[in-house]
Structure formats: C-alpha cells, structure tokens
C-alpha cells in the first residue's frame, strides 16, 4: 500500500543532506503500535551496504528522502500455500522540501530476508539499499522450505539462493548427496559465495546439472537441524550454435474440398538439446477453428530423438487454403523454419513444376539429378521418364539411371554423367484426368570426345577417286573443329610435319540446330591421288586449354590402287575360248611381292604350278599375273 504524507520523522542528517539523498532505518518489536526501540541514518551516497538485523514477528520503517521523488522496492516472495505475505505499508510525502519515501514493516517473516532499495521513482538509479536479515530459529534460510529447478546452458551464470537468515550463519553446499561445494575453481567452473546472494556459478558445463542441498551452519559448525534444508534441482544444457531447418511431410499438396489432410513436421537432434516445434497457420483465425487439431511425439531413434507435431485438417475447405509454417527453437534460442503451401481445390488439377528446366553441370560430378515437383488433385497414377532419344528408362538393371519419386516430386538421378548424356530429358505423369510432360534440358561440360571414320584407324582409299573422310565430335560447350594432315610416303613411318588441311578440302555442315546430344559433324573431301597420309580431326573449347585428352583423334589415309588394298582384277565377261589375264594386286604398305595363285575346285585348293605366271610392279602396289 502507498500512502503520501507528510510525516515529519526524528532523524540525525549530515549537513549536506539538501544536496543528497538520506535513509533512515528504525528498528521496532511487536505490534504496529509499538515505539521503535532504534534508529539509524544510512548515508545514501556511502559504498559500504548498510545491514538490519531484526527477529521474526518485528515491526521495522525505513525512510529515504532525496532532492528527487523516490519510491521503495522490497523482496517478493510466496508461499507454499500461493499468499504472498509481508507487505510492506509506504508513504510517500515532501517534508523540509525533500521527498520522502517511508517503508513500514509489520510482523516481519523470514523470507523478508533481501535487499530493501531505495530508488528514483520512474528510473532505475539507485539512491540508497539496506540488506535485513529476519532471524527465525526454526528457518535458517530464506529459501520458503520449496524444491527449486532450473535450466541454464554451457557459459551462463547461476545464483543459488542459499541465503542465511542471521548473519552469523554460513552455508554449506552439498551436489547429488555427496560432493561439498567449496567458493573456488571447479574444473572450469568458478564458485563464489556471498550470503546476502548464496553460491554463484560461473561459467557453466554439463557437469555442473544436479541435485544441490544447502545446509547452514554455525561458526563452530553445530546447529540443530532445519526442518527442510533448501534443494535446487540445476539442469545445464550444452549450448548450441544453430539448429536445422525442420523435415516436412504432407498428405497433400493440392487437397479436393472436404479431404482430411495432415502435415507433420520433424527434426532429428541430440538427446542433450531440446526443440519446441509449432505450426505457424496462414490465418490466424484458424487457431480457432475446430476442425484442425495438432498431435506432438517424441521418439528415440538411433541414439537421438525424433520431435515431431502432425497437424490434422479435417473436412478441409478453401479457407484452409495458403502457407503453412513450421519453426523450431532449441535451447539456446536458436531458431530457424520450413514451409510448405496447401491449395485446395473443387476442380481437378495436374501442375508439374521442375526444380530447373535447364541444367548445365561441370566435369567431374559424380551424380545429378533431375527434379520435378507434382502438384495433383486426384492423385498422380503413374510417372515415367524419357531419356534425350525419347526412349522409356528403365531403371531396373540400369547402371546409368535410378528414380526416386513419391506424390509429389520425382527425381531422375544420372550416375557418372558424360557429354553423351546431354540430352532433353521429358517427365509424363497421369492422374486419370490430364497427362502432361515436362521437358528439362541437361548439358553436360567437359573435354570433346572425337571419333574419325567410325572409329577406324586406318582404311585402304582407291586413288583413282574422290573420297570423304568424317568426324563426329560430343563435347559441350561446343568446340571449334579444325584438321591437320601428316604425310606418310613410308607407311608405317610419317614425316614429322603437320599441315594444316586447307580449307577448300572441308565440307560444310549445319550444325547450328543441332539437339543437344547430338554430334557436330565435320567433313574432309580428299582429292584424288591424294598421296597417304594421317588425317586427325581436333576439337577445342574451354576445357581442352590444359589437356589433349580425348580432344584429337585420327585415321591413316591409305592410297591404294587395289580394292581394300588386296583384290584380284579380272574381265567383267569372259566368254568359252577367250583368253583372260588375271590379275593380283597387293599394297605395298601391308604386304610383300611373295605371293602365290591357287586354284580351288570342288571345295579343294591347289597351287597352279604349270601356268604362265609374271610380277609386275607400281609405285603403290605389288602384282602377280596369271
């Protein structure tokens, strides 16, 4: 209760007490009624805490006056049985042209142990305290006989309130039974004790949660037991840095009006943190609404606990409708959230949205994936997938592909991705009213891999004629493809020398609109009796700057003047009794001039021994005559 008055009170003051603040602190026995049996003048602005001592069931005042208005505050406390007791009377006045704050105490209790403050009214500056003890042989301390618990993390700061009643008490702190607490350094933990706070904690760690009993002593360490000794009950958490973004799992994303819908939000953590989880609803009027309810669960999983709240929409309407938001605090007030958005819908509906439509992946990645999100309303029948040739995949047994889908996202993941993968790739998906596909294009970026002639080294070309020799090259970004020629008059021996093919030998192809896993094509015309020679086809772009892996390749240009470089000539037409000259004609870059005629008949083959038979030679072929 405050009361202003103008109560004029004996007080001894030093003589600048105009210029200051002052408290007086007068001490009484018994009733309200009583004549205070002392007085005492507390300097306000003195560094030395002033004390009151004062038995249970005393009456004691204490008066601040102060050139500004000043008001008092007092310890609060309550009872077992939830009454807070002990309240003081203060009256607030003017006297002698200094505001006085008067603080009346009446049957003081034990816990009206503490500081008594005086203070600036509407501010926290602090004009003047005095700390009272209220002795009670049956309570030595000001803890209201009450188990107290509390929860701090690694790194805080814990009072323990084991405060004594009389100043010629101490305190003795026990941890779990068994260990005593003494004021000092405990592992990295600094303890102190003060009696007007108790123990403080410094520092904390895990090691410091317990039990702890305070146990006051006397000076020569005898004192009939307490009826209860205080308990705290100190739980430390280990102090975190951030905590993970929460899992969300949803019935639906697209609900038909009047579906039961639920989604459940999770998150895995440590069993030494603990997480609040809550849903944050679109609208909050929908806190209200009797038809969404929210179920909590705590599981231990693999050495953690899986946290996680479901939140049940029943009968869901259009209101409903919009983004749900589920948060997760810890212990160390690290937050962080995930979302999802509920559409709901009278009308049948089909969206596929892809994560990307165009990819662009580096060398070296060792898996990517192709993801479409789903949003269906009936639900999805069947997904399947085309590969860039618009060929079904087929997972099963497939070393290049896997899928991973469920209603609401299907996932395409291509192992050991090459530039041959490139490709549009195209997701079809039916939910028994629409079919739509999406198409998402993937580039793969890396060294060009060049293929000349299909792949064959070499091959026999007749001089005679015109030939062309082709490239094909895979590689993204698009290289530039140029080639260079080497002579070989000794085949298998080539000059060490590369010419540049001239650019009249190249032949033009459009490659501008080429789909993306197909390759650039580039084309030489050899003219003819072109001399033999190695041919390669080069391909660069950005990454062949550093590296000549796979970006050349070659094939020998073999002039010869015999089909496939051995072949036999001889007349179209032979008619009965012509005479005919046939002819065998050998590379020289393959074979020898020892060579034989035989003569098979009848499946039997037999050397011609008696027949007319000459060697001729060119300068590309070796012949034998019959």
Same mark, same amino acid.
């Given at each position: ?153 690694? &790194?805080?700061?814990?009072?323990? +309130? ?35 706070? &108790? ?66 939000? *999770? ?80 009308? *049948? ?14 060398? &070296? ?38 899928? /991973? ?37 993937? /580039?793969?970026?890396?060294? +060009? ?25 895979? &590689? ?83 002039? /010869? ?15 009965? /009794? ?27 083959? *037999? ?13 590309? *072929? ?5």
């Amino acid at each position: 209760m405050v009361l202003h008055s103008n109560l004029r009170l004996c007080m001894l003051l030093f003589p600048w007490i105009l210029l200051s603040s002052g408290l007086l602190v007068a001490g009484q026995e018994g009733s309200s009624t009583a004549t205070p049996t002392q007085e005492l003048v507390v300097d306000a602005l003195s560094t030395k805490d002033e004390e009151l001592v004062v038995d249970k069931g005393s009456n004691f005042t204490l008066t601040c006056r102060s050139i500004y208005p000043v008001n008092w505050t007092y310890p609060h406390y309550v009872t077992i049985d939830n009454e807070e007791r002990s309240i003081p009377e203060i009256y607030l006045g003017v006297e002698d042209g200094l505001y006085i704050a008067k603080l009346a105490m009446y049957h003081a209790y034990f816990m009206d142990t503490g500081y008594f403050t005086c203070h600036q009214q509407n501010a926290d500056f602090l004009v003047a305290q005095v700390y009272v003890y209220v002795r009670d042989e049956d309570n030595f301390l000001a803890m209201n006989n009450t188990m107290i618990f509390n929860t701090k993390q690694q &790194g805080d700061t814990v009072e323990i +309130p084991c405060r004594p009643t009389d100043p010629s008490l101490t305190v003795e702190l026990f941890k779990d039974s068994e260990r005593i607490i003494k004021p000092g350094l405990h592992g990295g933990t600094k303890v102190s004790f003060d009696r007007r706070a &108790g123990y403080t904690f410094a520092n904390l760690s895990d090691k410091d949660s317990g039990t702890y009993v305070c146990t006051p002593m006397s000076a020569n360490r005898t004192l009939s037991p307490q009826k209860e000794v205080g308990t705290y009950i100190l739980f430390v958490y280990r102090k975190t840095s951030s905590i993970e973004k929460p899992h969300i799992t949803v019935s639906h994303k697209i609900a038909a009006v009047n579906a039961n819908v639920s989604l459940t939000c *999770s998150i895995h953590h440590n069993l030494d943190v603990t997480v609040v989880l809550d849903w944050v609803l679109p609208d909050p009027r929908l806190n209200k609404s009797n038809h969404i309810h929210s179920e909590r669960l705590i599981n231990k999983v693999d050495g953690q606990y899986n946290t996680q709240v479901t939140l049940n929409i029943y009968n869901v309407n259009e209101e409903d409708e919009g983004e749900y938001i589920c948060q997760v605090v810890d212990q160390s007030n690290n937050k962080n959230s995930n979302k999802t958005t509920l559409r709901v819908t009278a009308h *049948s509906v089909l969206d596929l949205i892809p994560a990307k439509t165009e990819y662009s992946v580096h060398p &070296g990645v060792a898996n990517e994936e192709l993801v479409v999100n789903i949003e269906s309303s009936p639900e999805v029948k069947y997904k399947q997938w085309y590969d860039y040739e618009d060929r079904l995949i087929i997972t099963q047994g497939s070393s290049k592909y896997t899928v /991973t889908d469920n209603q609401f996202m299907s996932k395409l993941t291509i192992k050991r991705p090459n530039t041959r993968d490139s490709g549009t790739y195209r997701l079809e998906v039916n939910n028994g009213v629409y079919t739509k596909s999406v198409l998402i294009s993937a /580039t793969f970026n890396g060294i +060009p891999e060049v293929i000349v002639n299909n792949g064959e080294t070499e091959k026999f070309y007749l001089t005679d004629n015109e030939h062309i020799i082709d490239c094909e090259v895979f &590689g993204h970004p698009r290289p530039n493809i140029t080639w260079i020629s080497v002579p070989c008059p000794n085949y298998p021996l080539c000059l060490d020398r590369q010419e540049p093919v001239p650019l009249a030998m190249y032949v033009v192809h459009k490659n501008e609109e080429l789909p993306l896993h197909k390759p650039l094509k580039s084309s030489i015309r050899v003219p003819k009796h072109y001399e033999t020679a190695k041919f390669f086809c080069v391909a660069n772009n950005l990454y062949t700057q550093d590296s000549t892996e796979n970006r050349q390749n070659y094939t020998y240009f073999l002039a /010869t003047e015999v089909e496939e470089g051995f072949n036999i000539v001889h007349p179209e037409l032979v008619v009965q /009794t012509d005479n005919v000259t046939l002819s065998c004609g050998a590379s020289k870059y393959k074979y020898t001039s020892d060579f034989r005629w035989f003569l098979e008949k009848d499946g039997q083959q *037999s050397e011609l021994l008696d027949a007319k038979e000459w060697n001729d030679e060119s300068t590309l *072929s070796y012949w034998r005559h019959l």
